[in-house]
């Protein structure tokens, strides 16, 4: 395994136009979070899921984004009528619990450009 | 609430300089601390990690020391190469509703170092 794989890496799209990422997490990491980060600043947490149960949102995701985890293993994160505002990079991360601690592995991001 | 402040950048050094690059938090509970470094192009890599009150991370030359009286986590390194020119990001982590250990960011601080 070779790590947090997301496609695809860049999308250009249209405003108003509907876009799909998708995240594969290392294969025995069950815990799956995503992330935004626009230029020059931190990444922002957006939605964890723990197996395919999506248990956390942040007020970030508003009802244009939507994001799943079928049978717990990849996801999808889906943005509706897309705004210029949405271009930024989309990060995933995995990971599991070991010791009661949870230590998130990332991958390389999709960046989004809204024109 | 919780929150990251790092120092702004650029930090501009010359090769085998001192770095320090300053972290403070504050958060609810007792939270895990982590460094991430971000190369151009690339995603997020976790660089050290500490878990409680004077634990020392350390990876690559980098070091960094859970203080929790004066709510800090700096980043050291005692001699930089032109390969670490990067940018830094602060992190904490709670746990947070359902299970979730969601990550905090700081702003991030883009190191550059001269030959």
């Known amino acids: 395994d070779t790590g947090v794989s997301q496609d695809p890496r860049h999308k250009i799209t249209k405003r108003g136009q509907n876009v799909t990422f998708r995240c594969d997490p290392i294969?025995?990491?069950?815990?799956l979070y995503w992330y935004r980060q626009t230029l020059g600043q931190g990444p922002e947490f957006l939605t964890y899921f723990q197996n395919e149960a999506q248990l956390e949102k942040s007020r970030l995701l508003s009802d244009r984004f939507s994001a799943e985890r079928p049978k717990g293993s990849f996801s999808t994160l889906e943005i509706q009528r897309t705004e210029q505002g949405d271009s930024a990079m989309y990060l995933c991360?995995?990971?599991?619990?070991?010791?009661?601690?949870?230590?998130?592995?990332f991958g390389p991001g999709t960046r989004l450009t809204v024109t | 609430g919780n929150s990251v402040t790092q120092m702004e950048g650029p930090v501009t050094l010359s090769e085998e300089a001192f770095l320090t690059i300053n972290c403070t938090y504050t958060?609810?509970?007792?939270?895990?601390l982590f460094w991430y470094v971000q190369y151009p192009g690339e995603g997020l890599q976790l660089l050290l990690k500490?878990?409680?009150?004077?634990d020392k991370g350390s990876n690559k030359g980098f070091e960094a020391t859970y203080r929790k009286e004066t709510t800090s986590f700096h980043l050291e390194k005692g001699s930089v190469q032109v390969s670490d020119s990067a940018v830094y990001f602060c992190a904490l982590s709670v746990l947070s509703g359902d299970s979730s250990y969601k990550l905090i960011f700081g702003s991030g601080t883009r190191l550059l170092v001269r030959p």
């Open positions: 991360a995995s990971s599991f619990m070991t010791s009661g601690r949870d230590e998130q592995y």
């Open positions: 958060a609810t509970g007792y939270p895990s």
């Open positions: 294969s025995e990491h069950n815990r």
């Open positions: 500490a878990t409680k009150a004077d």
